[in-house]
């Protein structure tokens, strides 16, 4: 007979989100043991696991290089059979990325494999900002300017990016005396929107 705690014993649902901590608390292992240049993600809370915060650096030699983008990352409870909801906080003028956040990339959609962990999605989001795809858009005015004018499209990139430059020196004030590092990791604490329960 099992023992009453047997995970074996537990209602499926249960099963499901410990499967989905243990392989959450994987994957910020693993992003803290091998960190990729450019991407820095952890929960919000330590009391929370399922929902995270991170900050990708604008590629270099590319129109977003001097840019921080923060994204939303809400686990299903059944992760990594389900993808993440993934959600641009920074607004960003891109053809893949709708205007409330929301990005069009077929691993966040019917592409998504269980194997995917958070430093493939995120390294993939931060690649789609160099190689958009105007096939499928989800910006159209974005798509159509990047595949019809694209001196257009590079300058509402850079207004963009500048709007926020314009913005992070306005908070600065906030961050006197503290390093980049710092910085981020109030970031990466800071919930930008409030979890709402499932």
């Known amino acids: 007979m099992s023992s009453p ?9 249960t099963t499901s989100t410990i499967t989905a901590q243990r392989r959450l608390m994987r994957d910020l292992r693993d992003l803290t043991q091998h960190p990729v240049e450019g991407i820095n993600a952890a929960p919000i809370s330590s009391d929370n696991i ?17 840019g921080n983008f923060v994204l939303s990352l809400k686990f299903p ?21 709708y205007m409330d956040g929301s990005i069009c990339l ?33 910006n159209s005015e ?4 990047y595949q019809n004018h694209r001196r257009d499209y590079e300058r509402r990139v850079r207004e963009y990016i500048d709007q ?18 710092d910085k981020k990791n109030n970031v990466l604490t800071t919930s930008s929107a409030s979890p709402s329960s499932d």
Do not use: C
């Open 50 to 66: 399922f929902y995270w915060n991170a900050i990708l650096d604008g590629p270099e030699d590319s129109l977003f290089e001097d």
């Open 5 to 13: 705690d047997s995970s074996s014993n537990l209602p499926a649902a």
């Open 142 to 145: 974005a798509a159509m300017l």
């Open 77 to 97: 409870q059944d992760y990594p059979n389900r993808a993440p909801e993934v959600k641009f906080i920074t607004k960003i003028f891109h053809p893949n990325i």
């Open 164 to 181: 926020q430059l314009q913005e992070d020196d306005d908070s600065e004030e906030n961050y006197k005396g503290k390093s980049t590092a």
């Open 106 to 138: 077929d691993i966040l959609q019917h592409r998504w494999s269980a194997s995917l962990d958070v430093s493939t999605l995120l390294v993939s989001i931060r690649s789609l900002l160099t190689d958009p795809n105007p096939a499928s858009p989800a």
